[in-house]
Nanobody, 116 residues
Framework: QVQLVESGGGLVQPGGSLRLSCIVR????????MGWYRQAPGKQREWVSS???????TCATSVKGRFAVARDNAKNTLYLQMTSLRPGDTAVYYC??????????WGQGTQVTVSS
C-alpha cells in the first residue's frame, strides 16, 4: 500500500528554521519525482519545491535561498529544510510523489505556523 507520511511541522518564530520529512512507504520512491506543496488558510495549494529522481532540484521564487529540498533514497525519505521563516510561510505542507508511470500520491500534510 502506498503511503506518504510527513513530519517535522510545528510552531516557530519568524526567522527560525524547521526541517520537514516525508517517509514514503512503497517500492517506487527511487524512481519517483518528489515535491513539496503548501496550502495556507483560504488559499489554493501551491507548489514549493521539487526534486527529480535524478536529483535535480527546483523551487518557487518565494522560497528561493531560504528552503532546500533533498532526498535520501536509502531511507525512502524526502526533506525540506526551511530557514529564515516568515509568517507568510504559514501553511499545511504536503509531500507529493509522481511515479515513473505518472501516478500521483499525496501525504496527509503537516502544519507549519510562523508566529511570534
Amino acid at each position: 500500500q502506498v503511503q506518504l507520511v510527513e513530519s517535522g511541522g510545528g510552531l516557530v518564530q519568524p526567522g527560525g528554521s524547521l526541517r520537514l520529512s516525508c517517509i514514503v512507504r512503497g517500492s517506487f520512491f527511487n524512481s519517483s519525482d518528489m515535491g513539496w506543496y503548501r496550502q495556507a488558510p483560504g488559499k489554493q495549494r501551491e507548489w514549493v519545491s521539487s526534486i527529480t529522481s535524478g536529483g535535480r532540484t527546483t523551487c518557487a521564487t518565494s522560497v528561493k535561498g531560504r528552503f532546500a529540498v533533498a532526498r535520501d533514497n536509502a531511507k525512502n525519505t524526502l526533506y525540506l529544510q526551511m530557514t529564515s521563516l516568515r509568517p507568510g510561510d504559514t501553511a499545511v505542507y504536503y509531500c507529493n510523489a509522481v511515479t515513473s508511470r505518472g501516478y500521483s500520491h499525496w501525504g496527509q500534510g503537516t502544519q507549519v505556523t510562523v508566529s511570534s
